[in-house]
């Protein structure tokens, strides 16, 4: 299984991240995936999830901000990110559950400045 997220960077207060997630290894259609976000020191906690049916929910600090989706023709899910705010910084996980436990990307870092 493989999970590989991209698309963090550099953004200014108000801006615009879109993050990919790749994934190998898994039956796409079957498995939900979810997006989780770390700083240091800290855990790693859950942004947003979607079902495999496409089923999106959000932790309050980012809805209406975030859209998590996925492509079931590219075994891909993203979230797009809008108007980013200084506490969205973090690196990004993507995560399944898959054959009995976690799977987790190798992260991407997403810095906000004010």
């Given at each position: 299984?493989?999970?590989?997220?991209?698309?963090?960077?550099?953004?200014?207060?108000?801006?615009?991240?879109?993050?990919?997630?790749?994934?190998?290894?898994?039956?796409?259609?079957?498995?939900?995936?979810?997006?989780?976000?770390?700083?240091?020191?800290?855990?790693?906690?859950?942004?947003?999830?979607?079902?495999?049916?496409?089923s999106a929910s959000?932790?309050?600090?980012?809805?209406?901000?975030?859209?998590?989706?996925?492509?079931?023709?590219?075994?891909?899910?993203?979230?797009?990110?809008?108007?980013?705010?200084?506490?969205?910084?973090?690196?990004?996980?993507?995560?399944?559950?898959?054959?009995?436990?976690?799977?987790?990307?190798?992260?991407?870092?997403?810095?906000?400045?004010?």
């Amino acid at each position: 299984v493989q999970l590989q997220a991209s698309g963090g960077g550099l953004a200014q207060a108000g801006g615009s991240l879109r993050l990919t997630c790749k994934t190998r290894g898994i039956n796409f259609r079957i498995a939900d995936m979810a997006w989780y976000r770390q700083v240091p020191e800290k855990q790693r906690d859950l942004v947003a999830s979607i079902t495999s049916g496409g089923s999106a929910s959000y932790v309050d600090s980012v809805k209406g901000r975030f859209t998590v989706s996925r492509d079931y023709s590219r075994n891909t899910m993203s979230m797009q990110m809008d108007n980013l705010k200084p506490e969205d910084t973090g690196v990004y996980y993507c995560n399944t559950y898959w054959r009995g436990r976690q799977w987790w990307g190798q992260g991407t870092q997403v810095t906000v400045s004010s």
